[in-house]
């Protein structure tokens, strides 16, 4: 009888004509938890879903420090990364709770968590990655079924375990045919909606560096870690051309999809070099975010023309869309094509990836392929996702 009970669990989430269902990330910023709550019905392509609500829990510093900190090789102990995984996961059960307790809710009311976890570690070429955060203890603390290492399944089928979000946008954006979505992140990423809507023409690849290198100089030149929102710093700066043609060198922004990369290629590293550079050639620290920013947008709009079929439109989500500086810089790049964010399509910019791991959790448990191959680069499509039984 007790070898029957995960069947049972899973099926009687299975046979609810709608489930209520956590979608839980953590972004390459490390700055935020963002939770957002929906209804489901069905599954894959006859999914239909609802928002219930969303709301963002920011990292206290100490734990984005943590976190920021593993991402650099001689702070990566075993103890290190395994206490960085238990708290994590902790502050996601605290913040369920009080995002729970506003709603008038409670565990017993939801079926299913879908939790990414934080990265602090890709290596795409290696075929790597590692994501902080326990299932297993979410769902022993939260009651509730967690599915959780969305990655790893891709990356056993050949892939490199990113980028995941095409399914989603597939599902949301199907009628909008030469629709751009662009994310821009602590890494820049897209989905292009094919005008054949069919899922095997999707592409989605990363582009490049988003705020990661316009945040961590803007820590490293005036001690703060609060970025450049409004464009508040590169504002007062201007474009060094030789200093962005040194930047546009990077060979990642060669490389044809499917691609992703993350802070190994674009961050500490990398920066020190950028700011070596912007030495030699006296560059005011404002100067040099400025020209960060504008990296960010050539990066963006040079993909465009080298790798996507004609565009249409373009619907922005993610941090760096809070960058007016950024935003014009890549009106301009892209005109006379127009730019919207994914708001203006009904769907809100800041719960659009914790919105994935909702579906992609509701689609597992009735063992839909998810993956996108043309995408990761695997050899075929696969559910994603690992399940943690709640009781």
């Not at 209804?39 to 510093?61: C, D, I, M, T, Y």
């Not at 599915?147 to 599902?171: E, K, N, T």
Request: proline share 5%.
């Amino acid at each position: 009888m007790e070898s029957r009970v995960p069947d049972i669990i899973l099926e009687n989430i299975r046979n609810k004509y709608k489930r209520l269902i956590c979608g839980v990330n953590s972004g390459t910023s490390a700055d935020s938890t963002d939770i957002v709550l929906v209804k489901a019905n069905n599954f894959g392509e006859n999914l239909s879903f609802e928002f219930v609500s969303f709301r963002s829990f920011p990292h206290p510093q100490p734990l984005r420090r943590q976190i920021l900190s593993l991402l650099y090789p001689a702070k990566r102990s075993i103890r290190a990364v395994v206490l960085a995984s238990y708290n994590i996961t902790e502050f996601t059960f605290k913040s369920l709770s009080s995002f729970l307790k506003t709603l008038n809710m409670n565990f017993k009311d939801i079926d299913l968590i879908g939790f990414h976890g934080q990265t602090v570690y890709h290596q795409a070429n290696q075929r790597l990655t590692f994501q902080l955060g326990e299932g297993d203890i979410l769902a022993q603390k939260t009651g509730i079924t967690v599915v959780w290492g969305f990655r790893q399944r891709d990356i056993g089928a050949g892939g490199m375990g990113a980028p995941l979000i095409p399914y989603l946008d597939l599902l949301l954006f199907k009628n909008y045919p030469g629709l751009v979505i662009q994310n821009i992140g602590g890494i820049s990423n897209l989905t292009y909606i094919p005008t054949s809507g069919r899922k095997e023409d999707v592409l989605a690849f990363d582009n490049g560096p988003g705020n990661t290198l316009i945040d961590l100089a803007i820590e490293r030149l005036f001690g703060v870690i609060e970025g450049d929102r409004n464009g508040r710093y590169s504002k007062k700066g201007v474009v060094s051309r030789a200093l962005l043609e040194y930047m546009l060198e990077h060979p990642y922004l060669d490389k044809k999809p499917p691609k992703t990369t993350g802070r190994e290629e674009f961050g500490k590293v990398f920066l020190e070099k950028i700011i070596k550079k912007s030495l030699n050639l006296q560059l005011s620290s404002y100067d040099l975010i400025r020209t960060l920013v504008e990296f960010t947008t050539c990066s963006i709009a040079d993909s465009y023309r080298r790798f996507l079929p004609e565009v249409t439109m373009i619907a922005g989500s993610g941090g760096g869309f809070y960058n007016q500086t950024l935003v014009s810089s890549l009106k301009e790049k892209i005109h006379p094509l127009k730019l919207i964010t994914t708001d203006e399509l009904g769907v809100p910019a800041k719960a659009r990836e914790s919105l994935l791991f909702a579906v992609l959790a509701n689609d597992l448990i009735a063992g839909i392929p998810t993956s996108i191959p043309q995408a990761t680069g695997a050899k075929m499509p696969v559910p994603l996702g690992r399940i943690s039984l709640g009781f």
